[in-house]
C-alpha cells in the first residue's frame, strides 16, 4: 500500500516507492523490473497510475524501456554516463561530443573541510576522499578535475589501484549509488600556476569551470566535482527542448 503523508498525486507516491526500491537495491542495474501489471497489485492501485510513474523515471533516465523485453534499471556503463553527464563537445555545425580520456591521477584520502561538509551535506568529523586528475581529448590534456566524495559511502575506494574513466559506473557497480541528477554551475576563471602546468597552457589563460553537485537516487549529494576546462576548440554543449 502506499502511503500519502504529503497529499501528492498518487502516481508520484508510486514513483517515489520505486525510487526507493531502486535507491535501496532492490533491482540492481540492468535487471527487470516488475510487469506494471505486478507493481500495480501489489501496491493497491491502476495499471495506468503505474504507468504514469514510470513514464516520470523513463523520462529521468532511471529506467530503460526495452519493447517486448520489460523496463530496466538504468545502468551507468562508462558510454551512458559519458553521454548523460558531460556535455564537452566540438563546436557547430557538428557538436559532436567528445570522450575525455584519463591521464594523471591521485587519491587522498583526509578530514573534511567547512565547505566539503557544507556542500556535501557532512556532520561532524567527516572524512572525505579527493581525487585530483586531468583528462585528455585528443591525447592532449585539456581539463583538471578535483573530485570530493564522502568516505562513509565510498570506503575503499582510495585502494583502488585504477579508477575508470566516468567514476559513476564504478559508483553504482562498487557501492550501490546510482548518479540521478547533477547540478552544476559554470563560470569563467583565469588558469593558475597549478592549472597551467597541468594543461601545458599559461597562467591566467581563460577556462571553463564546471561546479558540480552530483546527486543521488535518495536525494543525498555524494559528489562536488570542480572540472577546469581548456576550451580553445571545444564547448560546452546542451540541447534545450
Known sequence: MVSTPDFQPLYKQV?????????????????????????????????????????ALAAENLILRHQGRGSFVAEHTQEH?????????????????????LGS??????????????KLALRGK????????????????????????PHRLFHG??????????LYSLYQEGFGISIAV??????AVLANKKDAAALGISAGT????????AVALDGQPVEWRISRCDTKDIVYAIEVK
Do not use: C
Not at 575506494?157 to 566516468?166: A, C, D, G, R, V
Open 206 to 213: 581563460p577556462l571553463l569551470q564546471i561546479d558540480r553537485i
Open 15 to 55: 514513483y517515489n516507492v520505486l525510487v526507493s526500491r531502486i535507491a535501496d537495491g532492490d533491482w540492481r542495474p540492468a535487471k527487470v523490473l516488475p510487469s506494471e501489471q505486478a507493481l500495480a497489485s501489489e501496491l493497491g492501485v491502476s495499471q495506468g497510475t503505474v504507468r504514469r510513474a514510470m513514464d
Open 182 to 187: 547533477a547540478k552544476e554551475e559554470l563560470r
Open 126 to 149: 567527516a572524512e572525505v576522499v579527493e581525487i585530483r586528475r586531468t583528462r585528455l581529448i585528443d591525447e592532449s590534456p585539456r581539463v583538471v578535475e578535483k573530485i570530493i566524495l
Open 81 to 101: 554516463a559519458l553521454f548523460r553527464f558531460f556535455r564537452l563537445s566540438r563546436p557547430a555545425p557538428n557538436h559532436a561530443r567528445v570522450t575525455p580520456t
Open 105 to 118: 591521477e591521485r587519491i587522498v584520502r583526509r578530514p573534511a573541510n567547512d565547505k566539503e561538509r557544507w
Open 157 to 166: 575506494i582510495e585502494k583502488e589501484k585504477h579508477l575508470p574513466n566516468t
